[in-house]
């Protein structure tokens, strides 16, 4: 036999009174509740450094860093050839806004000397053309 009170769903079904919090009146402020204990904060996970921790074997952790090693090598020796192409795409002189070894030295935390250096390799970078 179907059921045949009114369901939640249908809107034809007299509405429960809805729950209304009280408000303070005028003069009238709520306190906050009482703590009565410290809530735990998060426990720090412990710091990994791409699981190498976690490798027990001293060939398999060697054979891993190594290849860590070597992809952070190249990703810092393709980062620096990025900043050699900035630092000579700031320089040039055909630019309106060119700034000199000083100002790019400024900008990157390096000497002006090394801000030279850099300008001529990225230069030199350009004159290579992408991906030579």
Do not use: C, N
Not at 3 to 19: C, E, K, L, T
Not at 50 to 78: C, K, N, V, W
Not at 105 to 115: F, G, L, N
């Amino acid at each position: 036999m179907p059921d045949s009170r009114p369901q939640a769903s249908d809107p034809s079904a007299p509405s429960a009174p809805a729950a209304v919090p009280s408000v303070p009146g005028p003069g009238r402020r709520l306190r906050p509740a009482q703590l009565l204990f410290e809530p735990e904060g998060a426990a720090p996970e412990p710091e990994r450094f791409f699981d190498l921790e976690s490798i027990d074997d001293p060939t398999q952790l060697l054979a891993r860093s190594t290849e860590l090693a070597l992809a952070f090598r190249a990703a810092a020796e393709r980062a620096t050839d990025f900043q050699a192409l900035a630092a000579a795409q700031l320089a040039d002189p055909r630019r309106f806004d060119a700034l000199s070894a000083e100002q790019i030295a400024e900008r990157a935390d390096w000497t002006p000397d090394y801000a030279v250096k850099m300008v001529e390799h990225g230069r030199a970078l350009q004159r290579r053309g992408p991906e030579s």
